[in-house]
């Protein structure tokens, strides 16, 4: 059975970087599938962050391209994203998920329960 | 920038069925996947590739797409179904996911 779960800082300063890392159990990130961020500002919809493969290849949202840095470590069996620059916009529960199919343009089927990050001096 | 639109809300009578559009640009040619959020939970995918249910979704849950609409069916709906439904595509154009605003379904 695969699980996906996201661990990092609850709370981040204006202007730092965010940082989160999602723990794969159950599958090996190197066997293939994309694995990806979306989050959930409080009381608001989804925003896809991006998408990464093994390989490295990724796919991020043009909003947050700038800023936005995904890795994977197959070692490690886990994938991270680097935000930078965060701003109070930026609070949101985080959640990461695995895209199925082994294509980058298929749905989101296992998700991590979500970390919550608030940006706040 | 492809955009895709819900209804805010929906609401339906236990036993009823409810309906749930996404709208979008000639939506029709694209993949559309719908999820279900309950408060305070991940969301779970409910439909993929149109209209397929991943194992353990009941058959209550249906999906259909054609033209500039996609559409969600839940029949004879339940309590347990009162949640916000998100609809999501891949732009090939822009090489990016899109959700769709959500709709909150109540159940009456």
């Known amino acids: 059975q695969v699980q996906l779960q996201e661990s990092g800082p609850g709370l981040v300063k204006p202007s730092e970087t965010l940082s989160l890392t999602c723990a794969v159990s159950?599958?090996?990130?190197?066997?293939?599938?994309?694995w990806g961020w979306v989050r959930q500002p409080p009381g608001k919809g989804l925003e896809w962050i991006g998408h990464i493969y093994h390989d490295w290849t990724t796919y991020y949202s043009p909003s947050l391209k700038s800023r936005l840095t995904m890795s994977v470590d197959t070692s490690e069996n886990h994938f991270s994203l680097k935000l930078t620059s965060v701003t109070a916009a930026d609070t949101a529960v985080y959640y990461c998920?695995?895209?199925?199919?082994?294509?980058?343009?298929?749905?989101?089927?296992?998700w991590g329960q979500g970390t919550m990050v608030t940006v706040s001096s | 920038s492809f955009e895709l639109t819900q209804p805010p809300s929906v609401s339906v009578a236990p036993g009823e069925t409810a309906t749930i559009t996404c709208g979008g640009n000639n939506i029709g040619s694209k993949s559309v996947k719908w999820s279900q959020q309950k408060p305070g939970q991940a969301p779970v995918l409910v439909i993929y590739y149109d209209s397929e249910r991943p194992s353990g979704i009941p058959e209550r849950f249906s999906g259909s797409n054609s033209g500039n609409t996609a559409t969600l069916t839940i029949s004879r709906v339940e309590a347990g179904d009162e949640a916000d439904y998100y609809c999501q595509v891949w732009d090939s154009s822009s090489a990016h996911y899109v959700f769709g605003p959500g709709t909150k379904v109540t159940v009456l």
């Open positions: 998920g695995r895209v199925r199919g082994g294509n980058f343009n298929d749905a989101f089927d296992i």
């Open positions: 159950g599958y090996s990130i190197s066997s293939g599938y994309f």
